[in-house]
Each structure stands twice: as structure tokens, then as C-alpha cells.
């Protein structure tokens, strides 16, 4: 089985958001990057599946020779190759164009991202990739497997859970539950230096949205302690000044 | 032309972000001068699609078809791109929830448009060039996006406007669509709800817990309080990473985003990644019996002290308000 997992090289948790050039850019200054968590949890999914031979991974990112540390933590992980599209990943709908003609030309069993990339948010790279090669997809993924040659998976649904089964090839978001993330051992990062790491060109693509600016959400005033033998008092203030209930 | 709104259903039943999706798509309707199409898909009675024109939608388009009886996100992406296009609609409009998110991308593509997932605010419209925000860095920040293409789709995050009752006569199609193979390609084995409880992504309020509850066995007091207050349960990550609830109630930059209107945190100390997912909550109070716990930092209201003193009597004293 070819197993294809996207990778998106994004801030620490940790990380202070802030942004520069009059707030038309993302503050990369003094910022860790890492992979994405939820990428995280296809890798480990992708490496069991193809564990004991059973298959081969390819990690891909669409990203500037910056992430190359980020990549080379994912082959540490114990993925066996890795692509990088060598672009800046303009927006999700650049990020998936250049997914799905890699795709094309080089065919997966399996098709694995994250439910969301971390930093923008978007969740849509899954499902513009599944869209662009008309193949089926879950876009949030909390189990998964395989047999043979069908996928059954349980998604997440609004107030409650959906098993489904399909078919390979499919294009699937992992979140959590679908595997424990890895961390990498020593053995691994001397591995990870000696395996391939293919640099391939972008495809144009017509850009159709650009994010002009950030600002950073209003802070809250201070908060309004109430004494812990007053609930009455919140109850009051939640009805009258919050209007919340 | 039309602004077309796709109104998801649970069993037959629209949801309120359903009802917001409605009334954004009047507000900018309005602003184009055009009239709203609802479009639902799947067995819903006609009393709750006439619902859909309290909200305003000129028309309700219903589409039930044999060959689906569930949701299958490239089944339904066809369905609605073919309705947009036989109606020949420029906008569409959606919930971005579990299933609008597995939906608007492919629609998208379906229509060459571009897509504003998550959006949070009404556009301003200057001809073809639309400029709307979006909340981005797991809600760290807040994003204007400029979204350039004639048609465009927009994923509207839920409680981020209001419904808006602007009756009009309602007016319900049916439209006939045939659907290809490759499009069912999914089967759906089984589907799990639960019923009795408020579901987290479209609850107004939540109240949730963290590790200072101690153990599964706590619980009891916490979903008391949701249930007075008619409030869905969520919890910290570490809370569902015990077990102690289901992953599914687990929010912040790594678990679902919320934003109701009133979010009460027990008994959690206020991470950076779990304020991520909380933080846009329109009004936050804080339960805990440390008074440098970092939440209180960003909440409206605190109480320092004891969850297992102080929960029970938030509960009994806001059920003596609701009498
Ligand atoms: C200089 C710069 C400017 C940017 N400007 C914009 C902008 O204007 N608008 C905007 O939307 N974004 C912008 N981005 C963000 C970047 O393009 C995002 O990676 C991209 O938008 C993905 O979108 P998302 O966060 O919505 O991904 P999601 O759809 O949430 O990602 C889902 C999954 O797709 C996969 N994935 C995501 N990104 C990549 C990637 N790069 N390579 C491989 N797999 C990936 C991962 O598996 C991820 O879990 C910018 C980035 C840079 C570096
Ligand atoms: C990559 C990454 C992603 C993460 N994503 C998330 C995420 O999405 N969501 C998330 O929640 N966390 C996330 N975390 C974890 C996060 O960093 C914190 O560890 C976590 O949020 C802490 O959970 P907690 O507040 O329940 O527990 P603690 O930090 O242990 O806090 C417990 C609190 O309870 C209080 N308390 C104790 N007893 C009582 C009592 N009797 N009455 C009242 N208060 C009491 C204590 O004062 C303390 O403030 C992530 C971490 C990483 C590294």
C-alpha cells in the first residue's frame, strides 16, 4: 500500500501570534515551527498501516527550504520519503493544486492530511485535493482502518459519531483518536538524513483570495471577581449586564 | 439572480446556525439586490421548511432523492453545485460544521469559485472583489481576506451572527437531480447520536472542565449545571486524553473551536492551547481555586474558589432564577 501524507509546517502551540508589516504578515520572528499536530496523527496512522512491509510512505509539504527541518522530523518519525513542492503555500487552494498534480502523476492507495492545519484553519486542503482527483474523502477523521481494499472509518458528526466504509483509493483528515503521535528516537534522526528528499517545481495556479490583514482579537476588560458566597450576584450579572441567559 | 443557502438538517430538523445561515444570506442578498433560494436536501417535513421563510428565503428548493438517504459530502457537493447553477446563483451559502466543512471545498471546485471557510462577518461588496474576515491562528488572530473570483462560497461560522425572523410567503420546489455512481461511492454503516444532549458545536452555552475535577466520577455536578442551563459539556484535553470523557467533548487549538455566548471553565487552568479554541466565546466565566490560574486573565467573570462547593450552588441558584 502507498501511503501519501500531507504535512503543514506551522507555529508552536506555544507561540505569541503577532504580525508585522502593518499587519499584512505573519510574525515569524523568534517562532518554533513544527508539524502540524494533526499531521502528526496521519503520520503515525501511515507508518502503522505500513509497518511490517505492508507498505511505503511518502510525506509531502508544500513549503520554501525552511521546512526542511519539519520534513526531515516527519522521515525521523519513520516516514520513507519525502517531497517537497518548492512554494511559498500562497493559501489552502494553491497548497491543494499542487497535491493533486503530484497525485496525478504518482498515484496513493491512501491520501492522509490533518483535520486542520493549525494556522490557518482552513480544513479544506483534504477536500479541494479528494474534489480535484474525484476521489472520495472524510474530512475529519476519529478512527480508521484498513482491510484488504476498503477503508472503514468513524467521522464526527454533530452530536454524535458515523461509521462508513469505502473503497481505495480515499483522501482522508485525520484527528485525534485515529493514532498516538510518534516521537522520533535517536536511531531514527541519523536514518532520516539518508533518505530521499525530492525538491519538485510548483504548478501555476490563479490566486482568487489573499488575506490583506490580522488584527488581534479585542481583549477583554478585567475580569469581575465575584465572592464565591455570592453566586446569586453571577446569575445576576449573567442575565443583566451579560445578557446571556 | 439569486443568493443560494444551503440549510443542513439533523433528522428532519434545521439547526439554529441553519437559521443564521438564512439570515446572513438575506443581509447580503440585500446588499446585491437579489432574492434568497434555501436549498435542503433530505426528508424534512413541511412545516419545518416553511420555517426557512420566517428567515426570509424567497424560495425553499427541496431535493429528496431515493438513491441518498444520508449525507455523502461528494453526493450532496453535486446536488448543490447543480441547483447554484441551474438558479444561477454567484453566492452560496453554508454552516461550517462537520459536514459543511467535508462539503465547501468540493462546491468550490464544482463552480471554479473561491471558497471563505469559516467566515464571521457579513462582506463588504465592491463589485466582484469581496472583503470579509475570518478567524485564523486557531482564533489567536482575526484575518480580512479579500476574496477575488465571481462566484464565491461562504462557510459561515456558527454563532457568529444573529438569526433575523423577515417573514415572507413561503414558496417551497422540488428539484429533481440525478446523481452519478462515483458520487456514492461511500456507504454509511451506522450512526450513532445522542439524542438528549445539547450538541457542542451549536450550543450557545457550554460548560466546561478540566483536570481539577479529579476524576470521571465528578461529573455529575458538571452536567447538573449544563442541564439547568441547557448547555452542552466540553472538557481539556488532558481530561479527554484520560478517558475521563469522550474525545468529541474536548476543545482548544487541538480539539473543536467554540464560540458561544456564554463558555463557564471549571476547574481548568487556562493553557495557551485550550484558550485557542475558547477565547472567542462572547462572554467567559472562570471556576477555580487558584486565583493566578492564567484563565482568569482573559475571563468576564470569576469566582476563586472550590468547583465542588461553588458548581452546585451556581446550579441551584440559576434554577431558582429560571422559576
Ligand atoms: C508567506 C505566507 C503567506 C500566506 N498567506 C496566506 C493567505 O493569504 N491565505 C491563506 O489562506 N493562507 C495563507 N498562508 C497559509 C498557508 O498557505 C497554509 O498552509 C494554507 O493556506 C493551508 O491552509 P489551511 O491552514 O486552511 O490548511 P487546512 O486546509 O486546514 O489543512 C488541512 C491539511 O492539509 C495539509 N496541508 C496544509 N498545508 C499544507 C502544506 N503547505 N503542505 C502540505 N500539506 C499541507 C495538512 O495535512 C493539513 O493538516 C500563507 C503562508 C505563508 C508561508
Ligand atoms: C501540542 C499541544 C496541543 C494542546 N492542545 C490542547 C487543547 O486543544 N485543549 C486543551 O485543553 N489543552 C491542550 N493542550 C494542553 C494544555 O497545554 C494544558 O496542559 C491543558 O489545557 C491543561 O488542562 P487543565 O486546565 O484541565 O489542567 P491543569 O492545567 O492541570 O489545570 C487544572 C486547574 O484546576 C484547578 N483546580 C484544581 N482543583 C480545583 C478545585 N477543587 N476547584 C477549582 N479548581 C481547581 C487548578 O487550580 C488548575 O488551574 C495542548 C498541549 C500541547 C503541547
Known sequence: MKILVCISNVPDTTSKITFTNNNASFNENGIQFIINPYDEIALAKAIGLAANGNGKVTVLNVGEVSTEPTIRKALACGADEAV??????????????????????????????GRESIDYNGAQ????????????????????????NEATIEREIEGGKEV??????????????????????????????????????????????KITSFESPVPRGTVNLIDKEQVNQLVELLHSEAKVI | MSVLVYIENIEGTFKKSGF????YAKTIAGLLGEEVNALSIGAVPPAELEKLAQYGADKVIKIENDQLKQFINQAYAQLIANVAKS????????????NGKGLAPRIAVKLDAVLCDGAINIPAIAGDVWTIKKSVFSSKAIATEELKAAVKVIALTPNSVETKEAPVPAQIETFQSELLSNDLATTIQEIV?????????????????????????????????????GAATACSKPVSDAGWRPHAEHVGQTGLAVSPNLYIAIGISGAIQHLAGVSSSKTIVVINKDPDAPFFKVADYGIVGDAFEIVPKLTEAIKAFKN
Not at chain 1, 176 to 203: F, Q, Y
Not at chain 2, 20 to 23: F, I, L, P, Y
Request: cysteine-free; glycine content about 4%; hydrophobic content about 45%.
Open chain 2, 87 to 98: 438558479t444561477g446563483a454567484k453566492t452560496i451559502i453554508l454552516s461550517n460544521t462537520f
Open chain 1, 84 to 113: 517537497r513542492i518548492d512554494a511559498a503555500p500562497r493559501d489552502a487552494w494553491f497548497v491543494a493544486n499542487q497535491i493533486a498534480d503530484y497525485v496525478r502523476t504518482n498515484p496513493y492507495d491512501l491520501i492522509l492530511t
Open chain 2, 193 to 229: 447520536r445522542a439524542t438528549d444532549k445539547v450538541s457542542l458545536p451549536d450550543a450557545t452555552i457550554v460548560v466546561s472542565a478540566g483536570r481539577g475535577m479529579k476524576g470521571p466520577e465528578n461529573w455529575r455536578i458538571i452536567e447538573e449545571l449544563a442541564d439547568v442551563l
Open chain 1, 125 to 148: 486542503v483534504q477536500s479541494y485535493v479528494a474534489e480535484l482527483l474525484s476521489l472520495p474523502s472524510v474530512a475529519i477523521a476519529k478512527k480508521l482502518d484498513i482491510t484488504d
Open chain 1, 164 to 209: 462508513l466504509t469505502v473503497n481505495l483509493p480515499v483522501v482522508v483528515g485525520t484527528a485525534e483518536g485515529v493514532a498516538e503521535p510518534k516521537i522520533p528516537n535517536v536511531r531514527g534522526i541519523m536514518d532520516a538524513r539518508k533518505k530521499p528528499l525530492n525538491v519538485i517545481p510548483p504548478i501555476e495556479v490563479t490566486q482568487l483570495s
Open chain 2, 20 to 23: 443564521e445561515a438564512v439570515s
